[in-house]
């Protein structure tokens, strides 16, 4: 088995496919030492800058003093903690639903979901750029999985009509996390209700920077929750924190509390976690400001993209890939741009299509217009 490995690995590596860790000092922040060396980042997912933010920390602190460190045990045992429970509740009334329910990743979130509603009589339609953890929970859940045409409602709308029996869930993620693009929200909930099936939303990108109070895509849509009746969001990503929520009917939770596993055979989130995401709450909620810098640096890169002749996709959210094609040439460009002093992570096959290797650029409201303008500068330099 090792020599297996250790060729299947040369072979990765001859194909500019590697992937390799690099290792951190300090907080998630635009200026960081990475291996040991100072670099500006511009590829997490903290895009409101409260990863790091004093409150948030100091919310874990306290959490830490009332409960310790870990929840001990599952929710269903005794680690449901009052943190927890509250912390369910403000989710509940920040996204408009009656109950949310807390899980210790987004990837147990999407597999508890889907594995819980669907089985063998069902059907679940994806799509095609749905992100990694919607596809395993389809694979997983036994229903027939059929992915339509990226952000396609008439490529789904076909598969549809092929599957008329059982149940029926769409899934999609609301910003796409590798193209930063939006999916046609009202479209395929016109297609959901029009064929009685289930829409669900993954909003790991959307909420914190999208809708009236960074409410995510739904809400930037003007969705409403009898139209896209389960929703999944992630605490990792511009809440700064860790772990994953569902929000939807009592129904839908209490459901997903008796069947869904990821979320019955697993410890709770620290408690002190879920303290710490809600002071991001209420910081993300009041975040306007926040969100109204993160759109001007948008703009900004996009203008100053777009004046080196750089092939940037269409999205209007911090996620602004540039196109490379081949994987080769995203690993050369990105090398070039460590080599300035600029981390932006090449993303290749196959988390995203053979041929569409790119610099997936993310953008936070904690960059700073020179910083934004030093990428510029950079990639003009070495992929203009
Ligand atoms: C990051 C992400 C997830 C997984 O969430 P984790 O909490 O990191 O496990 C799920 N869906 C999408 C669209 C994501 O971007």
Known sequence: MEAELNAALAERRAQALYRARRVVAGPQAPQQVIDGRQVLSFCSNDYLGLANHPEVIAALR????????GAGAAHLINGHSRAHH??????????????????????MANLGVITALLGKTDAVFEDRLNHASLIDAGR??????RRYRHADPSSL?????????????IVTDGVFSMDGDLAPLPALAA???????????????????????????????????HEAPVLMGTLGKAFGTSGAFVAGSEALIETLIQQARTYVYTTA???????ATRASLRLLQHGDERRERLASLIRRFRHGADQLGLHLMTSETPIQPIVMGAAARAVAVSEAL????ILVTAIRPPTVPAGSARLRVTLSAAHSEAQVDRLLEALGEVAA
């Open 140 to 145: 997983l859940c036994g229903a027939r999985l």
């Open 191 to 225: 297609t959901a209700s029009a064929r009685d099936a289930w829409l669900m939303v993954d909003d790991a990108h959307g909420l914190g920077v999208l809708g009236r109070e960074g409410r995510g895509s739904l809400d930037h849509f003007g969705v409403g929750a």
């Open 269 to 275: 989130l620290p408690p002190a976690l879920a303290e």
């Open 157 to 169: 709308d076909g598969l549809l009509d092929r599957h008329p029996r059982g149940r029926r869930l």
């Open 62 to 69: 306290r959490g830490a003093d009332a409960y310790g460190v």
């Open 86 to 107: 509250a912390l369910e509740e403000e989710l509940a009334a920040f996204t408009g639903r009656e109950r949310a329910l807390l899980f210790s990743t987004g990837y």
């Open 338 to 341: 460590l080599q300035r002093g």
